[in-house]
């Protein structure tokens, strides 16, 4: 069973497109995190939910929207898609008073 | 959170212990030490984790420096599949901004035959 899951693995797009990387746990955990992977393997922190409530919420551009409709799933909305995109999109839960963090298999987003 | 300081590549023996070490010289008082590890085109994947008292699971075992400011990764028989970047992190649990932690650039470690 795979406890964090999102899909599409891989996702290629011309620029100006809108996409969704989407992305369920089934831990029964209250806090989902998205973050980004650069080219150069640089793991940052884009958001995070707590409940379905934003907790986290680093600079990033207003393109990207996420949407949590409920506490196993945090779904990542990205509009007008730009080539600074391309990167690896990780979903990652945790319970919130627990703290280690569980990841996704990752989404590899390019844009063309 | 503290930062950490990892050197950025090792090599290990096939069967050897592998030994990864890591500097946490700021880290407060309620601040764990979490050790993970990124195999290629796979997500981060959790090893172990402590506060001040040495820990062991069926992955691998830390040891924290009695002043905590540094702590080792030690995965006691390394195969070729331990080939992976390890990231050393602190951070507070209970904390509103647990995942809010840097993975920093991590080790790179290569295990050969």
């Known amino acids: 069973d795979t406890a964090v899951s999102q899909t599409p693995k891989y996702l290629v797009t011309q620029m100006g497109n809108d996409k969704s990387i989407k992305c369920e746990q089934n831990?029964?955990?209250?806090?989902m995190y998205w973050y980004k992977q650069d080219s150069k393997k640089f793991l940052k922190i884009m958001f995070s939910?707590?409940?379905?409530?934003?907790?986290i919420n680093e600079t990033v551009p207003n393109r990207f929207s996420p949407k949590s409709p409920d506490k196993a799933h945090l779904n990542l909305h990205i509009n007008s898609l730009e080539l600074g995109d391309s990167a690896v999109y990780f979903c990652?839960?945790?319970?919130?008073?627990?703290?280690?963090?569980?990841f996704g298999e990752g989404s590899w987003l390019t844009v063309v | 959170d503290a930062k950490t300081t990892q050197p950025p590549s090792m090599d290990c023996a096939e069967g050897r212990a592998a030994n990864l070490p890591c500097n946490h010289s700021?880290?407060?008082?309620?601040?764990?030490v979490y050790w993970y590890r990124q195999i290629h085109s796979q997500g981060p994947q959790y090893i172990i984790h402590?506060?001040?008292n040495n820990e062991t699971n069926e992955m691998a075992s830390l040891i924290i420096t009695e002043d905590r400011k540094s702590s080792t990764l030690i995965l006691p028989h390394a195969t070729l599949r331990d080939t992976a970047v390890y990231y050393c992190?602190?951070?507070?649990?209970?904390?509103?901004?647990?995942?809010?932690?840097?993975f920093g650039d991590g080790t790179t470690l290569t295990v050969k035959p």
């Open positions: 402590g506060l001040k």
């Open positions: 990652a839960s945790s319970q919130h008073s627990g703290n280690t963090i569980y």
């Open positions: 700021t880290i407060s008082g309620n601040e764990y």
């Open positions: 992190i602190v951070r507070a649990n209970l904390n509103t901004n647990a995942g809010k932690s840097t």
């Open positions: 831990l029964g955990h209250d806090t």
């Open positions: 939910y707590n409940n379905k409530e934003l907790i």
